[in-house]
């Protein structure tokens, strides 16, 4: 289908959230998933996860993208132009990142590392919206505290007891942050996992960070089959 760029604003100094108008058409995705993006009439296209539950999507005719900058500053040629009007294609949805049906687990953990966020706030915003039994934890890692995309969102739900939001800085020197600082690593998921083997896991970001996450949950008890990944190497 063919969408029109109808918002571009700065989430944060390094990525920027994309609004697409979806013009009357129907797009049947599930929490997770992505979309295949490029400029319109040309063949090349790129993944992007989706930063708004289907949920929203519906309401609003609009789909959502967290996009990360390039070092010229562009959103890179996917989306042609980039400015208010501009008509970029979409294929998909495509990927198994996405929530199973019928879960079981009484927590859910999501684990994000820079934009990886995308998915993982489609994911939050569906479950809040269905008030299912899960409980729901969200770890974000950023390396400067001023690139945690949607925060004032999750501070909202955290403050109404919706969530347990738990940030992380890697590389913020700033005596303005007064949060965690560090990698991802065990003591966060210690401080986190309340009941490993009730837990359902969701880690999106870089490689590294998904690699190493995976590996800690699994040895802090989490079963293997209930961690869920997405990573990317840049």
Known sequence: MTARIVDLVAATPRSRLVTLALQGQSLQFEPGQAVMVGAHGVSERRPYSIACSPERAEETGQLELLVAIEADGSLGSHFGAAT?????????????????????????LLVAGGTGIAPLRAMLDHLLRLRPAHRVSLLYSTRRADE?????E????????????????????SPTWTGARGRIGRAHFEALLHDPQATLCFVCGPETLVRESAATLTALGVPPSQIKTESWGR
């Open 84 to 108: 208010t009007g501009t008509m970029v294609d979409i294929d998909g949805p495509i990927g198994t990142f996405r929530l199973p049906v019928g879960s079981a687990e009484a927590w859910v």
């Open 148 to 152: 945690f995309a949607f925060i004032e």
């Open 154 to 173: 999750f501070r909202a739900h955290a403050a109404a007891g919706l969530i347990e939001l738990h940030q992380t800085v890697t590389r913020d020197d």
